[in-house]
């Protein structure tokens, strides 16, 4: 039985610490000037704090166009609102895959005003025939995302995808995507198949980590993954956690401005004319 081809990793780089919302200090991963994208990635920011001053102004109301954000909570809590009336919390394990589509206006604000908060935003790109679609949510309770245990001292939270017969509960058929929140004992690994055609990058944000040849790959290092059929992660001589992402490109033109992403300057001048004109 022929070996799976392992995927190397074509880049590593780390994040920028900046700020967004309300003055929310964060760490910008994919959509700095290095990175501005990856198709269909368009952003991943990781957020952690115990500092409350460093969060809690939260990110009051916004709009978006075009893409969908993924919020993924490690640990605190985070109230959403927007104005098509719907409302909820995220706790932590939780996970809210929003689809803005033609458009939605929201606000995402912490609750608590002590302890820690943490977890990642990740932004998905809609093809042109979605981004004009009706808003909508699929969020999960921690309860409600699946663990695989692939190997003994393997634990891999499914968020979308497969591991095994492990299915996540996001679907998304134009990308595609796979989620996963992978935990590695000392010395233990993981390899996990990902579609030839998929872009797919891996963050570690807790530990030390091996991956395709790179021997030492610390916190906050981000891996873009070059062609082949599947990843291979190893842990260091302590316990890592990590992010493995992938989904389909979908090999369109990108026009985005701040909350926009469409496909071409004129739509996004229609985003801001519709935005201003409440008909979001």
């Known amino acids: 039985m022929n070996q799976p081809a392992l995927r190397p ?26 990175l501005p994208d990856l198709d269909p990635f368009l952003m991943l920011d990781e957020f952690g704090s115990d500092k409350p001053g460093d969060y809690i102004a939260g990110f009051p109301s916004h ?9 993924y909570m490690l640990d605190g809590r985070m109230r959403h609102k927007d104005n098509h009336g719907n409302e909820g919390l995220l706790t932590p394990g939780s996970v809210q895959w929003m689809t803005a589509g033609r458009g939605i206006v929201h606000s995402e604000m912490p609750e608590q005003e002590e302890g820690l908060m943490r977890g990642f935003q990740l932004w998905v790109n809609l093809p042109a025939k979605d981004k004009m679609t009706a808003p909508q949510y699929q969020e999960f309770s921690a309860d ?12 891999v939270k499914v968020i979308a995808g497969r591991v095994g017969d492990v299915v996540g509960p996001v679907s998304q ?31 570690v944000y807790q530990g030390v980590a091996s991956v395709a040849g790179e021997d030492v790959v ?6 873009v993954f070059g062609s082949g059929e599947a990843v291979r992660i190893t842990a260091g001589g302590v316990p890592v956690r990590l992010i493995l992402v992938a989904g389909r490109p979908l090999n369109e033109p990108v ?5 926009f992403v469409m496909n071409t300057r004129a739509e996004i001048m229609q985003a801001f004319a519709d935005y201003n004109e409440g008909k979001f």
């Open 218 to 223: 610390p916190k906050g290092d981000l891996l």
């Open 255 to 259: 026009a985005r401005h701040g909350p």
């Open 9 to 34: 990793v074509a880049r590593r780089l780390r994040g920028m610490a900046t700020s967004d919302g309300a003055g929310v200090r964060l760490t910008r991963v994919i959509g700095t000037p290095q």
């Open 173 to 203: 058929p134009a990308t595609d995507p796979t989620y996963l929140d992978i935990a590695l004992e000392p010395d233990k690994h993981f390899e996990h198949a990902v579609p030839s055609g998929h872009n797919a990058f891996a963050y």
């Open 144 to 155: 409600r995302i699946p663990e695989a245990y692939p190997a003994d001292g393997v634990r």
């Open 63 to 71: 709009p978006h166009r075009g893409f969908e954000t993924v919020t």
